[in-house]
């Protein structure tokens, strides 16, 4: 019989039945510790969005997923007072190269903005993406920024996918997570462009 695995994070045996992956921190990492350092890097996502938007000068606050009336709110809410600019945002760490966010989600951070915030403030729907391609690399950020308006038919919202290779809607916050790399690939093809 082969010996049992223990997990590297919590110690304990991993059941034969269950998942488990190798970390370079940890060894083997079973499946329960690795949903809790899936969550912690949406967390940690947050976090450092609130943090970025704050320097940017926005009031903005992470919402707990444990707080009440979660379902209506978005992830993130953030107003510039000087700007009078509104968002309401989703955010989600993946481990894919594309993302795709479902139309109820956009659908929910909109009204969200239409209940708080009226028509003279310019409201503005953010989906958030942080793309994870492993501990050695820098992880993008891509950020696409949907207008909200009044006579908006919710209705009519479609699903949106995002991928690494998207243009961000906001080059102030997340261009200093590109790599240098990617950095130049985005500069040179803007430049091409600009020429045609
Ligand atoms: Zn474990």
């Given amino acids: 019989m082969e010996p049992l695995k223990i997990c590297g994070r919590c110690k ?3 059941p034969w039945d269950m998942h488990f992956q190798r970390k370079r921190r940890y ?3 079973c499946q329960r510790c690795l949903n809790k ?5 949406g967390y940690q996502f947050e976090r450092s969005l609130v943090k970025k938007l704050t320097e940017l000068g926005f009031n903005s606050d992470r919402i707990p997923t444990s707080a009440s009336g979660r379902v209506t709110l978005p992830d993130i809410m953030a107003f510039h ?3 009078r600019l509104a968002l309401g945002l989703e955010c989600k760490a993946v481990n894919d190269k594309t993302w795709t966010v479902y139309r109820d989600q956009i659908a929910k951070a909109t009204s969200y903005l239409l209940r708080h915030y009226p028509f003279d403030i310019e409201r503005k729907v953010g989906i958030c993406v942080k793309f994870l391609l492993g501990e050695r690399c820098k992880s993008p950020i891509v950020i696409k920024l949907l207008n909200v308006s ?3 038919n919710l209705e009519k919202i479609q699903d ?3 991928s690494i290779e998207s243009e961000s809607d906001m080059p ?3 261009s200093p997570t590109l ?3 990617s950095r130049k690939i985005r500069r040179v093809r803007a430049e091409r462009y600009s020429h045609s």
């Fill in 37 to 41: 350092l899936w969550r912690a890097k």
């Fill in 179 to 181: 790599s240098r790399r």
């Fill in 12 to 14: 304990k045996p991993i």
């Fill in 27 to 29: 060894g083997i990492v």
């Fill in 160 to 162: 949106i996918t995002v």
């Fill in 150 to 152: 009044d006579n908006m």
């Fill in 81 to 83: 007072p000087q700007k």
């Fill in 172 to 174: 102030e916050l997340t």
